[in-house]
């Protein structure tokens, strides 16, 4: 099923191609580079969309643990070690399954 704005948007790009709005745009007759277009799509993707690569949000966690771990009480270190210990692997798999 098409989507209902479909034939709006064809009428006005049949309207655009009229009055000539398509004539003459730069590259016209160019091959396209598209060398890079899945890895600029992403890039656009994630930054329109405030997204974060998992690795990065769990990069930041560590160091936040990182940071706090000498202000501790020894009593707690533990609890933080632990979390530094799960936090360190999920981090790398995320950062494996990013670049693949």
Known sequence: MDHPLI???SAKIRDAEARGEF???AGAGKPL???DADADFLARA???NDAVPEFVLLHKQLEELRAELPNLPVSERKEVL???AELE?????AKQAWTR
């Open 7 to 9: 034939d709006l948007i």
């Open 23 to 25: 004539d003459n745009l």
């Open 33 to 35: 580079d598209l060398s």
């Open 46 to 48: 994630l930054k329109e």
């Open 82 to 84: 632990r979390k530094i």
């Open 89 to 93: 692997p999920k981090m790398e798999l």
